[in-house]
């Protein structure tokens, strides 16, 4: 079972499918991976496999241009990584779509020991894309307000997945 | 080697219905054809044309989705091989145009530019069919079997580099509408937007 207070592979599932999600691009993390095993056993999601965050954008970018719904999961430090195809594929054509980012080394109590962790915020602020925080099955309802924002400014929009419990690991 | 033009003009007379991404071979594509299947997109960022085109085949497996690549797009962005391979879109035709060098930025070879084999990468990496061509004859005469047959399918072609030296906010523009103009006007034809 999962900690108390954590994000339950489930919910994520469940917020995918009330979002008409089709695809997910992806590149894994280590706390995804439970995660994984729910995605790749639903029939009615497509899993798109990364060998570089980057191409997730462009891969994106063409299943929206063909009139599919995808998502996009990766990590922080990819995110990061993949700055410059972020801009030119999914801001510069206009796809709505939202990335689910893993916020790896997150603290709730905030003393931050991880470098991506003290560049994410502030990179999402510098490229002006708006994002929310997601720690726990309470919080799962912003994951919609995010779909709907994308949606209606045709931009991309980041979930920063804050899950300090490892709640994909159960 | 070939020139890029003869190249696009001998795809021209086969091309049916198919979308096609002109990326590196665009301001030659538009002399041909200017659809809304015709998909200028320009350089939103390099070494992702393939992966776009790879979205686009699988969302619309019924099509036939067709791009010219560059070497430089694929040395950048290798990674993206075995994704495609991997999805295997019966639907994709990935055309390469070869021209050793980095053509936007004044001809500077690209790493490798005399000695990668970009078919056996490819081939390497999953894809079923991989070929590189040399010479328009050739080429021109392979087309049609390439054109019939299931993709997923790799075509390296050498062209003579057309080296671009002007400063880019100098340059001539062949593009008649942005990028997004360009999905918004694909989404519409498709009837999913």
Known sequence: MAEANSLSPETMIAQMKANGVTDIVWLPDSETNFLY???????????????????????????YAGGRKPMILIQNTGMLESGDSIRGWLMGLDVPVVMLVGYRGYTRHGVITDTVAHYTERFLMA???????VENDSDADRISTAFALAEK?????????????????R | MMHTADLIEAFARHRGDAIVISGRGGRHWIQHS??????????????????????????QPGKRVVLFDSEGDILMSMGQ?????????????????????????????VPGSKIVDYAG???????????NFYEIDAFTHALPGILDAPGPVFVSCKVYPEVENTPIGQRVRWRKKSASEV????RGALGVG
């Open chain 2, 183 to 186: 999905v918004r006007g694909l």
């Open chain 1, 153 to 169: 400014t045709k931009k991309p929009v980041v979930v920063l997945i804050g899950d300090e419990f490892h709640g994909f690991n």
């Open chain 2, 81 to 109: 091989l075995p994704t495609i391979a991997e999805q295997a879109p019966a639907n994709f035709y990935h055309f390469v145009l070869d021209n050793e060098v980095y053509a936007t930025t004044g001809g500077q070879p």
């Open chain 2, 34 to 59: 200017d659809t809304a299947l015709d998909i200028p997109l320009g350089d939103p960022a390099m070494g992702g044309h393939a992966g776009f085109a790879l979205g686009l085949a699988l969302a």
């Open chain 2, 121 to 131: 990468i490819a081939r390497s990496s999953g894809y079923p069919r991989a070929m």
């Open chain 1, 37 to 63: 095993l729910l995605m790749s056993s639903d029939p009615d999601l497509r899993l798109i496999g990364v060998t570089r965050e980057g191409h997730a954008c462009s891969i994106a970018a063409g299943l």
């Open chain 1, 127 to 133: 490229f002006d894309i708006p994002f929310y925080l």
